[in-house]
Structures are given as structure tokens and as C-alpha cells.
């Protein structure tokens, strides 16, 4: 999708902190999400974010101001999941978000009645966007392939298939949370070098920087997506933290791959930003002169990647002060969002609307780029020295992991994804 006239730098909010400097929620974003005031008993419903505010859809749906296929839209955008807007497709999902921007625009003749609409998100408590069917985790990153293979199989680090296919695993759907939940530090099988096999509370817990894909109309049992057609089955991205305890991870995975390690919590931040609105910072993907030429089901000559900063901040158990550990740009996944749907339904799987999928943790090529301690401690081999005489090597109960990420390129504004954190609490 190409850049329109809802990305025009120069469009102006009547919302005043739509225009403050480093919003993460200026007039060219416009994300989905879900909330209810805080503390209250309303129901759940649809809103779109625009600088410290919530754009309440369902309000602004009675108040008459959408027509056609954008009043469509605009309905199923005001209910209490997303599923029925994913469901519309990018028609629809384009629409509304051009009506809305219009809306939202310092001229807008509406601007008096949409202003009983607003309620601030500092007010506001959130829920997880969409009733997920089923969750996918891929590995994309082919920095984080290469430092994780040599901590867990340096025999082997990068494995055969990776710069083939994009790899993947399934998820819990059950255990994927909204930002701000409690990680209650799980319990499993583990096993020491030259011991047998314990049970207890994991010892290397650890976080993953990554982007959750939410997708948009489905596929039919047995109708793979083509390439060419996958990005009209994606709604948009959140932040997605994949919580992880390592050290089952390392009994567990052979030859299966991830199961219990993983399957305890997944973060999700509340605003999902539409693939629209990340028109202007697409990228081509990284490819080196030697990589193998993809089979022609994953072949495309489009700039699939997109340039999204990722950062990871820890704020450790007792301390007011939070650390940057990690600092990455989704610019360096190997394998894109199209390449995801397209792997996902090759063989005839049937997505639905509301699916979620996994980039994978996203490092860069750069030491302070990894995007998880795993990478970042080498195995917990080199401790992190954060500040106050504090190190780490995994994460510690009353541990706080905060993930950011935004966008930002000459010429264009700078849009924000919001943030995903959690707690780490002590095992039962």
C-alpha cells in the first residue's frame, strides 16, 4: 500500500497532544484497541487512539458521522473484540481510517460533537484486542537464529533451513495477556549437566522483543495465500514480549522445539497499528549476494520490511530507575509479514480473522541489538551490570520489562506503537 493523504506530515489534530513532540499517537496513526474506563463496569469496546486520548468508536458511531462502507467499519470497530473489523478487509479497514482522520482534523466541522467522544487513556484500562483463534510463533531474525544456535547447538548455530523457509511453532492462544499483566514465574522440567532431571520454578526466565501480526480475513481450508496477496490479510502489529524460561527450554526443545517453556505468557501492548499506517517506512529486505534465491512461492521483489525501532528497558526489583538493555530495528528480519502468511497457509492451513503470529525475537547485527538475555548474557555466561552494583543474568522476581517501539524517517512523522510490559512475580 502506498503512502496517502492520511500520511501528509503537515495534517494537524484538533486533539492539542496529538501534535506533542514524541507522541507515540499523532493524526497519521490512528490505531485499534480496546478499553473501558478504569475500575469501571461498562463493557469492553473499540477505540482509536489519538495523542493522550481514546477516540470512542461506539460513541462516534451514534453520533451519525460515518456512511457507506466506512460506517460498516466504523461499527464493527466499535465492538467488544476486533474480530469483525479484521474481517472486513483493507477496503473497509482503509475507509474508516480516512473518515476518521478526517474527523480528527483541525478544520473538522465535527470537532464539538466528537469531543464528548474522547476519554483519556490515562483514565482507561485495556483488554486484549481480538478473541485469538489460534497464536503462531515464528523465528525471523536471523541474528537471533545465529546467537541463539551457537549458545544452544554451536555445532550448528544457523540451522539448514532457515534462509529457506520461515520457521515456526504453535503458540497457547489461552495464555496471551495484556500488557501490564503479572509473569508468574513458571515451573518445569529441568536438567543440569551430568544430573538427572528436576522440577521447580525456572531460573533463567527472560523476556523476547517482538511484533505480533493480527490477521484480517482468512483463508479457506485447503487455499493457500499467495504471496503476492498475503499483506490484504493483515490487519496490523502490536509489541509482543514471548516470555521464556530458558533453562526448560534447553531439556524440552529437542526434537519438538518450544513447548512448556514458552506456553505460560504472552504480552501483547493494546494498540494495534494498521499496516496502512506504516505505508512510508517500508524497506527491501535484506538479502547478501551468497543468500540462496527463495523457491517462487516465497519470492517477491516488493519491499516487504518495514523500519520499526524496537527497544527493550528493564526496571530491576527495588529500583526506581529503568536500564536500556537493547535497542533494534525490524529492518533486519530476514523474512517479512508476507513471507509469514504465505509459509503459514502453503500447505492449505486455514487462518481466521483475529489469529495472531509472532515474529520471533528481533536482534540486529550489533551487540547492543539483541532482543533477549539470552543473546544479551551469551547463555547467562556475562552477566549484565546494570546501575546501583545490580547485574543480571535472567530476570529476577519484581523484575519490570517494558517494550517500545515506534517509527520515524525524514519527511514523515514519527508514529508510536504504545508500550508492553510486565512484572515478574514469584512462582506459586
Known amino acids: 500500500m502506498q503512502p496517502n493523504e492520511t500520511?501528509?506530515?503537515?495534517?494537524?489534530?484538533?486533539?492539542?497532544?496529538?501534535?506533542?513532540?514524541?507522541?507515540?499517537?499523532?493524526?497519521?496513526?490512528?490505531?485499534?484497541?480496546?478499553?473501558?474506563?478504569?475500575?469501571?463496569?461498562?463493557?469492553?469496546?473499540?477505540?482509536?487512539?489519538?495523542?493522550?486520548?481514546?477516540?470512542?468508536?461506539?460513541?462516534?458511531?451514534?453520533?451519525?458521522?460515518?456512511?457507506?462502507?466506512?460506517?460498516?467499519?466504523?461499527?464493527?470497530?466499535?465492538?467488544?473484540?476486533?474480530?469483525?473489523?479484521?474481517?472486513?478487509?483493507?477496503?473497509?479497514?482503509?475507509?474508516?481510517?480516512l473518515a476518521v482522520s478526517r474527523l480528527l482534523r483541525e478544520d473538522a466541522s465535527e470537532a464539538i460533537r466528537l469531543q464528548l467522544c474522547l476519554v483519556a487513556q490515562a483514565q482507561a484500562e485495556y483488554a486484549v484486542p481480538a478473541r485469538i483463534g489460534d497464536y503462531s510463533d515464528f523465528f525471523t531474525s536471523q541474528y537471533h537464529a545465529l546467537n541463539a544456535g551457537r549458545i544452544f547447538q554451536p555445532d550448528n548455530a544457523l540451522l539448514a533451513n532457515f534462509k529457506w523457509l520461515p520457521i515456526g511453532y504453535h503458540g497457547r492462544a489461552s495464555t496471551v495477556a495484556i500488557s501490564g499483566t503479572g509473569v508468574l514465574r513458571p515451573q518445569g522440567q529441568t536438567r543440569a549437566p551430568g544430573c538427572a532431571p528436576t522440577f521447580g520454578p525456572t531460573h533463567k526466565l527472560d523476556y523476547e522483543v517482538e511484533l505480533g501480526l493480527f490477521v484480517g480475513p482468512g483463508n479457506p481450508q485447503g487455499g493457500p495465500i499467495p504471496l503476492a496477496e498475503a499483506e490484504q490479510h493483515a490487519f496490523g502489529l502490536c509489541l509482543l514480549n514471548d516470555w521464556s524460561a530458558r533453562d526448560v527450554q534447553a531439556w524440552e526443545s529437542m526434537p519438538l522445539g518450544p513447548f512448556m517453556a514458552k506456553n505460560f505468557l504472552t504480552s501483547v501492548s493494546p494498540w494495534v497499528v494498521t499496516l496502512e499506517a506504516l505505508a512510508p517506512f517500508r524497506l527491501p529486505m535484506p538479502r547478501a549476494a551468497d543468500d540462496p534465491t527463495a523457491l517462487p512461492y516465497l519470492q517477491s521483489s516488493a519491499p516487504l520490511a518495514l523500519d520499526i525501532q524496537l527497544e527493550a528497558w528493564?526496571?530491576?526489583?527495588?529500583?526506581?530507575?529503568?536500564?536500556?538493555?537493547?535497542?533494534?530495528?525490524y529492518r533486519h528480519a530476514y523474512w517479512g509479514l508476507a513471507h509469514m502468511l504465505a509459509q503459514h497457509t502453503s500447505n492449505g492451513c486455514a487462518l481466521q480473522p483475529g489469529d495472531l503470529l509472532g515474529t520471533?525475537?528481533?536482534?540486529?547485527?550489533?551487540?547492543?541489538?539483541?532482543?533477549?538475555?539470552?543473546?544479551?548474557?551469551?547463555?547467562?555466561?556475562?552477566?549484565?551490570?546494570?546501575?546501583?552494583?545490580?547485574?543480571?543474568?535472567?530476570?529476577?522476581?519484581?523484575?519490570?520489562?517494558?517494550?517500545?517501539?515506534?517509527?520515524?524517517?525524514?519527511?514523515?512523522?514519527?508514529?508510536?506503537?504504545?508500550?508492553?510490559?510486565?512484572?515478574?512475580?514469584p512462582a506459586r
Open 7 to 97: 500520511h501528509q506530515p503537515g495534517l494537524r489534530s484538533w486533539v492539542a497532544s496529538a501534535q506533542q513532540p514524541g507522541t507515540d499517537f499523532p493524526l497519521q496513526n490512528l490505531p485499534h484497541g480496546i478499553f473501558r474506563r478504569r475500575g469501571s463496569t461498562e463493557a469492553w469496546r473499540g477505540g482509536v487512539a489519538i495523542g493522550d486520548a481514546i477516540l470512542d468508536m461506539a460513541a462516534a458511531c451514534a453520533q451519525g458521522l460515518f456512511s457507506g462502507l466506512a460506517a460498516e467499519a466504523a461499527q464493527a470497530a466499535s465492538a467488544s473484540t476486533l474480530n469483525g473489523l479484521m474481517a472486513l478487509g483493507p477496503a473497509a479497514w482503509s475507509a474508516l481510517r
Open 314 to 329: 528493564l526496571t530491576p526489583a527495588g529500583s526506581p530507575d529503568a536500564t536500556r538493555l537493547s535497542r533494534t530495528s
Open 360 to 425: 520471533g525475537t528481533q536482534s540486529g547485527p550489533e551487540p547492543g541489538e539483541a532482543g533477549c538475555l539470552l543473546e544479551l548474557t551469551q547463555g547467562g555466561r556475562t552477566p549484565l551490570a546494570l546501575p546501583h552494583g545490580q547485574v543480571r543474568s535472567y530476570l529476577q522476581d519484581g523484575d519490570s520489562v517494558r517494550l517500545r517501539g515506534w517509527c520515524e524517517r525524514p519527511g514523515h512523522t514519527r508514529i508510536g506503537f504504545g508500550d508492553c510490559f510486565g512484572t515478574v512475580l
